[in-house]
């Protein structure tokens, strides 16, 4: 049924166009008009299919992601409300982070953090007090300071 819609409708504006343009007749020249536009208002995106083959374990999850804007006054509504939802998350952030509630759980978390590097640092010292430095180091280190360039061999 909407194939004989889209060919009645391609032959209404071909019609029009010839008989409205050319011949120079008003009523063909709506009727053209008017049959462009139910062919334009009438067309829908080709739906997108996927085929591929599931090995054992995986799944599919199938979403729908709404079509971006398409006019001006869209893109730019769709650009004021991104706006508004990055501000208002930036307020409730700056809110957040000036409260004291936030302030302690911070200084709670970077006393953690430093214990926990001490803890590490004490160990690594340890760890390193008793053993002999490895071989490598050993070459490396011994014959020459920062600035000295290396000699062809």
Do not use: C
């Not at 992601?65 to 307020?91: D, G, I, Y």
């Amino acid at each position: 049924m909407r194939r004989y819609l889209d060919r009645w409708a391609r032959q209404l504006v071909r019609r029009g166009v010839r008989s409205g343009l050319i011949e120079g007749s008003n009523v063909w020249l709506s009727i053209g008009a008017i049959a462009w536009l139910f062919r334009l208002l009438s067309k829908r995106p080709s739906p997108q299919v996927s085929v591929e083959q599931l090995r054992l374990g995986e799944s599919v999850i199938v979403s729908h992601v709404p079509a971006p804007p398409r006019s001006r006054r869209a893109k730019r509504k769709a650009a004021r409300k991104a706006a508004e939802l990055a501000q208002r998350r930036a307020k409730r952030q700056a809110k957040r982070e000036a409260s004291r509630r936030y302030a302690r759980a911070s200084a709670k978390a970077a006393e953690a953090g430093a214990a926990t590097e001490a803890d590490k640092a004490r160990k690594e010292a340890r760890s390193r007090k008793g053993r002999r430095p490895r071989r490598g180091d050993q070459s490396a280190r011994r014959g020459r300071s920062e600035g000295d360039a290396e000699e062809p061999t």
